[in-house]
């Protein structure tokens, strides 16, 4: 993942792409897969390759919950909202989560070293309560066992 | 029959004979998302490492799910002979080793891991699959290659008979697979049921040209993953169903609208259109039938609404994925306002089993008024969460004691919930009803696209209700005041509510919004309360409860409990204390105590000092 994106660099990433070819999300994707989010400078570039106005840009990114517009911590804990999590305590999982990290969903620490993301369900729900730490599966998940798990991922067991 | 496709099934079935036909043994490991989940990766990887290892002679490949989710990861085993396939369950990379020992170089069965035989005779320990409770009763239709072929290998869909449906299309006038569809009666896969064949008729009569077809994979609705399933188990279904219906509406350029939590369907959904582009069946003149028609892999970002057909057609053209206004309905202006067709996942997968069949054949599973059969996952207190594929008209106590395997614990059910977050929910004396569309559609809400969640006796339909409104105001897309206004409303008087400040005058509040949320654009700002407006009807009383006598029979809503520590000597409470993640509970003398201010009811406490720490309720 690169550091910080330079204008340059940006607009070779997205020269691709044109106005009104539904080249919008594509767009936005490979930045964030890039540089691991969707920076200001990244929306001006972006909004001049498709010829159209950074605030329309900006109301995409805010739009789709996947866009982050700071990069992303080093680890995350992605807490999972489906309802077969939420029957199993789910909720309360999320509760002792942020109390631990200090964390609303969608946070992170100051440093990025650490944050909370709000999860959608994949449909993995014979792994119920579940969350993913960077990326993994983590599932059959007790409170303890959450509260134990953000201690481990905040540096602090 | 088209010449160059007869040439191309050819080539694909002598290839997948001559695999089959190898001599050696073929190790078919379900790889898909529920797998991964469970360690399927390390599983193909320990597989792969003890076959070289021992220096075995055995054929090692990737399919999708069987529907067994909770046993994941599925193995089946095909003799060298090719005349015996067994299918077993849960091969964690920790049992490799024993299996590979046992099934593998000692020829011999695992019973304790098997779930049947797939193709062969039964053995004394090992069964028939198609006996296995989870299977009787099942008819794989959709999901009949799913398991038993690499869904990354177009060869073994067109061994299958695939692309056969398609090529019958292409000598067909539009008017007449139209025809054909209607005769099915095949209805849209995404809820609402709609005729497929008059959908794409209004596509077929649009004035302006080009026309698009658009797939919607963005199953948003948690709980529910059917289209996974399909996609990562055989993608080239979905792109045969939409071949044949852009020969239908003279479609040329097609999008698959998948949502980003999965990239396992988004990489099988891609390398499935690559290898179809290859064979000539996607492009410019395919199979030299002189139509075009071409297909786009698209991601979403993380947005419900975009499941909706508007919403997600303005994602789709570089906007915010928000639902337009209708009229003009898509099949006049959808993509860059050009006539467009939208169909679930399923939906479209419909469409080559007519073609290769007939619509006699395909209707004639059921005598239900609704046609075919219809894909469901099953989540929540269920002891087996997995994926089926039955006729419609099966009931839903059915659907839960035979394939969910009942309640875990045996706590009486409470309720379900039909098909997603906008489909409302039931109690439990509803569940004798069948699941088709009419006896959904009769009590004012939709039997959604498949995704059954259901419920117990410990779970409070008002946590449900908050949790399902929470979702929805996180979702509305904030065009319709009555709809992100109003859900922020209804979540803020069930929080309260269920924090002991419930009123009398709430109960009509709900029936206010209720009312006034159904004039919202789409159907996320119009069905939203349909959870509140069910739960009032069934479980009304639990309201009255909490209202009037502020107690949470389920004692289960963290604003109407407590936690105290009720037997002080307890060896457990140093470790409660520990976990406590405010440091809620302090040293009292030789004890412990809970400082209600600082308890945020998370209930880690209870969990590890469960003879200590009691729940109790705060009001009463």
Known sequence: MAAEPTTRELRELVAEYEFERGHLLPALIEIQEHYGYVSREAIEVLARQLRTTPALIYGAVSFYADFRTEPPPEREISWCSGPACRLRGGDRIREALQRTLDLPLDGQSEDGAYGLRLGQCNGTCSEAPQVWVDGEVVGGLTVAGAVALAREVKGDA | MNDRFTAIATEARDRWEAARASGREQVSLCLDTSSLARGGAETLAALQQAVAAKGLNVDIQTTGSWGFCWLEPTVSVRSAAGTRTVLYHSLTPDRVEEFVQSVLVEAGELPELALGVVEGAPSDQVGMLDDHPFMQGQIRRLMANCGQIDPEN????????????????????????????????????????????????????????????????????????????????????????????????????????IRHEYPLSIERMNVAVEQARERGLLGEDILGSGKTFDLVVFVGAGSYVCGEETGLINSIDGYRGMPRIRPPFPAQAGLWNLPTNVNNVETYANAPLVLRHGAAWWSGVSDDEAKGTKMFTISGAVNQPGCVEIPFGLSVRELLEKYGAGTPDGVPLKGYQPGGPLSGVLSAEEADLPLTLAPFRDRGLFLGSGGIVFFDETTSVVDLCTYFLGFAEDESCGRCTTCFQGTQRAVEILRRIGSGGGRESDLDKFEDLIQTMTWSNCLHGSFAMTTVKLALRYFREEFETLIREKRDPTRSLPGMITYEVTSPGDPALPEAAAICPTEAIVEAGSSYDIVDELCIRCGACAEVAPDAVTVRDRFV
Do not use: Q
């Open chain 2, 154 to 257: 177009i060869d073994h869909y067109l061994a299958n008979g695939g692309y056969e449906g398609f090529v019958k299309s292409l000598d067909m006038e539009p008017e007449a697979i139209i025809e054909l569809m209607l005769e099915s009666g095949l209805g849209g896969r995404g809820g609402a049921g709609f005729p497929a064949g008059r959908k794409w008729d209004f596509l077929r009569n649009a004035t302006a040209e080009p026309r698009y077809l658009v797939c919607n994979a963005d199953e948003g609705d948690p709980g529910a993953w059917v289209n996974r399933i399909l996609m990562e188990g055989d993608p080239h279904l979905i792109i045969e169903g939409m071949l044949i219906a852009a020969m239908a509406t003279n479609s040329v350029e097609g999008y698959i609208y």
